[in-house]
C-alpha cells in the first residue's frame, strides 16, 4: 500500500482504473510474481552452470568461391538464380561424399549476395580445427574438379558422336524424286509432276530442273554442313559454360581463442520459459476455478449483495488488528454499511432496541469468528456492543475467556444471572457472552422462547448485537437463532468456497422469518481487494 499512497490522486486513479479495465486472469499472475519470478531462477542457473562445465571448443573458417555456373555466365543473373546454385553448392560442401568425419561439426553457411561459402569447422582443440576446415575446403575443390572433368569428357564423346553421324553426301543432281533420274522418267510421272506441256516445253522444264539441282548442290550442300557442326559446338561450349569451378579464398587458421558456447540469449531463454510455464498453470487454474474470487464472483453467481471485501489477516492474534491497515480499513468499510441500513426498529418508539447482527458461514475455516471479533471491536469504538459465541458444541476459549466460562448455556437454562454472564474486555469497550458449559442438547435451548426474551433484553442495553453461529452444514442451530437477529451476514472465503455449494447453503436460509441474507468475501488476496478500500485512501 506504500505504492498507491505515494502516487498522486489523479495519477492514482488513472493507475486504479488501468488496473479495473485489465483481465481477471492477470490479478492472480500480479500477486504470484515473486515466487514466479524467482522460480525461474534456478533453471537460469542451471543453464548457465551447464555452460560453464562443457569443455572449450575452438572453431576455424575457410572461406571458397564458386565460378562458373549459368548465373556468373548469364548478364543480369537474378537472385533467385543466385540463391538456388549457392544453396546447391552449400549442400554438396556438407555431404558425407565430400566432409566424409568431419561432417558432424561442419557448418557451411553462404555468405548473402556473393558466391562464397564459409566452411566452418569446430573441435576441441585448435590444430583439430584448423585442420578439419582446411581438410574439408580442399576435399570441396577436389570433388568439384573431378566432377567438372568427368562433365566435360562426356561433352566431348557425345559431340565426337554426333559429329560423326553429321557427314553429308552430295546428292545426285539427277534425283528429283524417289530413286530414279529426271533422264529415265517415264511420261506418266512427268504428267503426274507438270501440268500437261507440249513436248517442246517438257524438254525444256527438264533441262531448268538438271541445271537448278547442279546448282543447289554446289552451293547449299557446304552451307548446310558447316551450320550443323557449329551447331553441334555451340551445344558443346553451353554445356562447358554451366561448368562449376571452386577454389580456396582464405584458408582455414588456427583460433586464437575457444568460441563463447553458453550464449547470454539461452540464459535468458531458458529464464523465461521457466517462468511461463508456471505463470501459464496459474492464468489456466485461474480461468478454470469455480471458486468465488471476486465481489463480481459473489453477486453474479450467487445473486446476492456483497457488502464487504475482507482481506486475508496475517497476525496471530486477531486481536491485534489494527496493526494491520488494509485489514483494519476493510472492517471500518463493514462497519460502516452496516451501520448505514436501514434501522430493523422503529427509532422512535420509546425504548428503542439496537440491531442484531448474526455472522455465519457455510463451512468451517471461513473466517466467520476472526470477522466477528474483529467487526466487534470496531464497531466498539462508537457504540456499546455485545458479541455472543452461539457455538454451544464446541469447547473452546473465546476472546481471552476460558472455555467452560459462564455464558449463553447458562443464560438460557437459568444456571447463572445475566450479569455473571456477560464478560467485559478491559481497554477494547467490548462485551461478550462466551458459549458456556456445552450442553447436551444445544437445539432445544436455542429453540426456546427464553432466548428470545434475553435477545430482547439485550437489544435494549446495546447499540449492536453480533451473534457468532456455528456452520450451516454442520448443525441447524443457525436457522433457529436467524429468526431473531435483524441482519445476517454470510461469510465465504475467496479462493476456497464454491459458487454451487454456497448457492445450497444460502437456500438453508431462507424463510418467513428469516431476514435478508447479505454476503462479505473474506480472506482475499491483495489483487481482490474491493474498490472502495483503495478508494478510502484517496484513490
Same mark, same amino acid.
Given at each position: ?22 483481465? $481477471?486472469?492477470?490479478?492472480?499472475? $500480479? #500477486? ?6 524467482? +522460480? ?5 542457473? %542451471? ?25 556468373? %555466365? ?17 549442400? *554438396? =560442401? ?8 568431419? $561432417? ?28 578439419? #576446415? ?6 570441396? %575443390? ?73 546448282? =543447289? ?56 520459459? #521457466?517462468?511461463?510455464?508456471? =505463470? ?8 478454470? @476455478? ?76 471461513? +473466517? ?11 464497531? =466498539? ?11 454451544? @458444541? ?5 476472546? +481471552? ?12 437454562? +437459568?444456571? #447463572? ?14 462485551? %461478550? ?18 432466548? @428470545? ?12 448485537? *453480533? *451473534? ?39 437456500? @438453508? ?31
Amino acid at each position: 500500500m506504500l505504492f498507491w499512497s505515494a502516487l498522486p490522486v489523479s495519477d492514482s486513479h488513472n493507475q486504479f482504473r488501468r488496473n479495473e479495465q485489465r483481465p $481477471r486472469w492477470w490479478w492472480p499472475l $500480479r #500477486a504470484h510474481s515473486r515466487p514466479i519470478l524467482l +522460480g525461474g531462477l534456478p533453471v537460469a542457473m %542451471v543453464i548457465a552452470l551447464f555452460g560453464l562445465v562443457q569443455p572449450p571448443l575452438f572453431e576455424s573458417r575457410a572461406l571458397v568461391e564458386v565460378q562458373g555456373g549459368a548465373t556468373q %555466365v548469364s548478364t543480369s543473373p537474378v537472385a533467385a538464380e543466385i540463391l538456388l546454385l549457392m544453396n546447391t553448392q552449400r549442400e *554438396i =560442401a556438407s555431404s558425407a561424399r565430400v566432409a566424409g568425419a568431419y $561432417r558432424d561439426n561442419l557448418q557451411v553457411d553462404v555468405l548473402p549476395q556473393t558466391y562464397l561459402l564459409s566452411l566452418r569447422y569446430v573441435a576441441q582443440d585448435p590444430v583439430s580445427a584448423q585442420q578439419g #576446415a582446411n581438410a574439408v575446403a580442399q576435399a570441396y %575443390v577436389s570433388y568439384t574438379k573431378s566432377a567438372r572433368l568427368e562433365q566435360i569428357q562426356r561433352a566431348a564423346e557425345q559431340l565426337i558422336a554426333k559429329l560423326d553421324s553429321v557427314t553429308l553426301r552430295p546428292a545426285d543432281p539427277a534425283q528429283e524424286t524417289g530413286q530414279q533420274t529426271v533422264d529415265v522418267l517415264d511420261d506418266g510421272m512427268l504428267d503426274d509432276l507438270l501440268p500437261p506441256l507440249a513436248q517442246r516445253q517438257v524438254s525444256q522444264r527438264v533441262e531448268q530442273l538438271q541445271a537448278r539441282a547442279e546448282q =543447289a548442290i554446289n552451293v547449299l550442300d557446304p552451307v548446310l554442313e558447316t551450320s550443323l557442326v557449329r551447331q553441334l559446338v555451340a551445344t558443346y561450349d553451353e554445356s562447358l559454360n554451366n561448368l562449376v569451378a571452386v577454389h580456396i579464398l582464405d584458408a582455414a587458421t588456427m583460433p586464437r581463442a575457444p568460441v563463447q558456447q553458453m550464449q547470454p540469449w539461452w540464459i535468458l531463454l531458458g529464464y523465461l520459459g #521457466a517462468v511461463a510455464v508456471p =505463470a501459464f498453470v496459474v492464468a489456466l487454474r485461474f480461468q478454470r @476455478r469455480d471458486s468465488l474470487d471476486f465481489k463480481q464472483d459473489v453477486e453474479e453467481q450467487l445473486g446476492k449483495t456483497c457488502i464487504g471485501v475482507v482481506p486475508a489477516l496475517n497476525l496471530a492474534d486477531p486481536l491485534q488488528f489494527m496493526k494491520d491497515r488494509e485489514f483494519a480499513s476493510s472492517i471500518g468499510i463493514l462497519r460502516a454499511r452496516l451501520q448505514m441500513q436501514r434501522p430493523a426498529h422503529d427509532p422512535l418508539e420509546q425504548f428503542p432496541r439496537g440491531r442484531v447482527v448474526l455472522i455465519t458461514s457455510g463451512n468451517e475455516g471461513e +473466517g466467520k469468528t476472526s470477522l466477528a471479533m474483529n467487526l466487534a471491536f470496531a464497531m =466498539a469504538k462508537t457504540e456499546k456492543v455485545l458479541l455472543i459465541n452461539a457455538d454451544m @458444541r464446541r469447547a473452546q476459549t473465546y476472546v +481471552g475467556l476460558p472455555a467452560g466460562a459462564a455464558g449463553l448455556s447458562h443464560l438460557i437454562a +437459568g444456571a #447463572a444471572q445475566m450479569r455473571d454472564c456477560i464478560h467485559s474486555i478491559p481497554g477494547k469497550g467490548l462485551h %461478550v457472552i462466551p458459549a458456556g458449559v456445552l450442553p447436551p442438547n444445544p437445539q432445544d435451548l436455542l429453540s426456546s422462547a427464553r432466548l @428470545r426474551r434475553i435477545i430482547e433484553m439485550l437489544e435494549r442495553r446495546f447499540d449492536t448485537v *453480533i *451473534i457468532d453461529a456455528p456452520a450451516i452444514t454442520e448443525v441447524s442451530d443457525t436457522l433457529v437463532v436467524a429468526r431473531h437477529c435483524s441482519d445476517i451476514l454470510y461469510v465465504v472465503r475467496s479462493g476456497s468456497t464454491h459458487a454451487e455449494e454456497a448457492c445450497v447453503e444460502l437456500a @438453508r436460509l431462507q424463510g418467513e422469518e428469516i431476514p435478508p441474507v447479505r454476503v462479505v468475501l473474506n480472506r482475499v488476496r491483495p489483487y481482490d481487494l474491493d474498490p472502495d478500500f483503495r478508494k478510502s485512501f484517496g484513490l
